[in-house]
């Protein structure tokens, strides 16, 4: 029985969708004006960690993360390159996409973009002021009236009363209220626009997910996620619009991931203490940062740091030496292990108990290798599978263990020294096998030896 923790009643809840077995997810996407920073991974992982356990366990799931592709900063940013916005938002996708590729995301089954939805969104515009919750001043703006839905906060648990203390409204706004927000911007000079109602502009941001949401999954539907950073204004003026246009309930579950934190403080562009995806993964190996990733549980805050990445490393290295060496059979056996990994997992995807279990099972596998090889490959299998359903641990043992030894050391070199070793070994030829040892660690190779071979790996 899974349980997910839902923001919106600050409790864990017994998870039924609503239709049946069928499970419509929307997530808060990427606005593409740079590349994708850890943080934007950590919320990638976390909701395709949720997207791997659904499907697992026998749910029709219909996975829609959507794109920003027309915002404040893309216009900026395209002006600062000197290019057009829409070659700049191409650009970044295209960066986004391999960044996820790397990173063993799968895609989402939909990915709207902001700039397809226009009409969508003069028409939820339209029927807000018709319903009297939006208004346009007739300057080529419209504004959502706050004050007007009497469920503002609810996600947040903001009150009105406490947000309108300090609030004002800027010089160039013709708000009725300083709470009221933007849902079609007039149009500037220098700045991309579609035709509107109520004059050329570009739509609000908030009013872009409540639109590319419903349009793809329906007025209601069963999980909204994205980072904690968005709880409030972001999705909390989403429940007001959508809610306010349709008249439903906007969505069942709201899952919000932690943020990456660098001493102490949120990893964000704005603070200018980021590190973008292919900056990490051009140091450590796209599996070791997605173990990071999802070896914390999804809604707890992870500090980045060079000592992280390591434990990180030396986890997987952990679980890739039990697999080393065992032939790749169907998993099978270790029964209580799945049942363990399945209970963590149905518990808000508990993955630091998940990944215990893991460890648990690699073990069993070590204790059982020697003496009963074939049960040992059947676990192996068992991790694989598992370690699957996180994205890790399907790699080839070898493959990952000497990763980066190119340009390193020469293999060729190694396996020759090694042979070179065991035939010195099997002559018992000790002071020869010890030299040659030696001139392997002095390349930064370490040795392991196992019944019947002998394996390297590059030195940390």
Avoid at 31 to 43: A, E
Avoid at 97 to 113: Q, V, Y
Avoid at 266 to 271: E, G, I, N
Wanted: net charge negative; proline share 3%.
């Amino acid at each position: 029985m899974l349980t997910i923790y839902n923001t919106l009643s600050k409790t864990k809840e017994v998870f039924k969708p609503l239709d049946g077995n069928n499970v419509r997810m929307y997530v808060c996407g990427m606005t593409v004006y740079d590349f994708c920073h850890l943080g934007h991974g950590r919320s990638m992982v976390a909701f395709d960690l949720v997207t791997r356990w659904l499907r697992y366990s026998g749910y029709n799931l219909t996975y829609v993360r959507n794109i920003t592709d027309i915002d404040d900063k893309i216009i900026n940013r395209a002006n600062e390159n000197g290019e057009s916005f829409d070659a700049l938002t191409a650009r970044m996708i295209d960066a986004m996409h391999e960044d996820e590729r790397r990173l063993n995301i799968l895609p989402p089954d939909l990915e709207p973009r902001a700039t397809d939805h226009i009409p969508g969104m003069h028409a939820m515009i339209q029927t807000l002021i018709d319903k009297g919750y939006a208004y346009a001043p007739g300057n080529g703006d419209v504004y959502y009236r706050v004050g007007k839905f009497v469920g503002y906060g609810k996600l947040s648990r903001k009150k009105i009363e406490d947000l309108r203390i300090g609030a004002r409204i800027e010089v160039d706004e013709a708000k009725q209220d300083p709470l009221d927000f933007v849902l079609w911007k007039g149009v500037k000079p220098g700045e991309p626009s579609w035709e509107s109602p109520w004059g050329a502009g570009r739509p609000g941001w908030h009013i872009e997910c409540s639109v590319m949401s419903t349009c793809c999954l329906g007025e209601s539907f069963d999980i909204h996620g994205g980072g904690n950073d968005l709880e409030f204004p972001h999705h909390e003026n989403e429940i007001a619009q959508s809610e306010a246009a349709t008249g439903k309930q906007y969505a069942n579950s709201w899952m919000h991931c932690g943020m990456i934190r660098i001493n102490g403080e949120k990893m964000s562009k704005s603070l200018n203490n980021f590190f973008t995806i292919r900056d990490v993964l051009d140091k450590y190996h796209p599996e070791v940062v997605r173990y990071l990733l999802v070896s914390s549980h999804y809604r707890s805050s992870i500090n980045y740091s060079e000592d992280s990445l390591r434990e990180s490393k030396g986890a997987l290295e952990r679980f890739y030496h039990a697999l080393r060496g065992l032939p790749r059979v169907e998993a099978k056996g270790g029964d209580s292990y799945v049942e363990r990994f399945t209970l963590a997992m149905n518990d808000d995807f508990g993955t630091p108990e998940a990944c215990a279990v893991l460890f648990d099972l690699v073990r069993e596998i070590n204790r059982l290798r020697e003496s009963e090889p074939e049960v040992a490959a059947g676990l192996a299998g068992r991790l694989r599978e598992l370690g699957g359903l996180l994205g890790v641990l399907q790699l080839d043992a070898d493959d990952f263990l000497r990763a980066g030894a190119e340009g390193k050391v020469d293999a060729a070199e190694v396996e020759a020294l090694i042979q070179a070793r065991l035939q010195a070994r099997a002559d018992k030829n000790w002071a020869e096998s010890d030299r040659i040892r030696d001139q392997i660690t002095a390349m930064g190779v370490v040795l392991e030896d196992s019944k019947g071979a002998t394996t390297w790996r590059l030195a940390d």
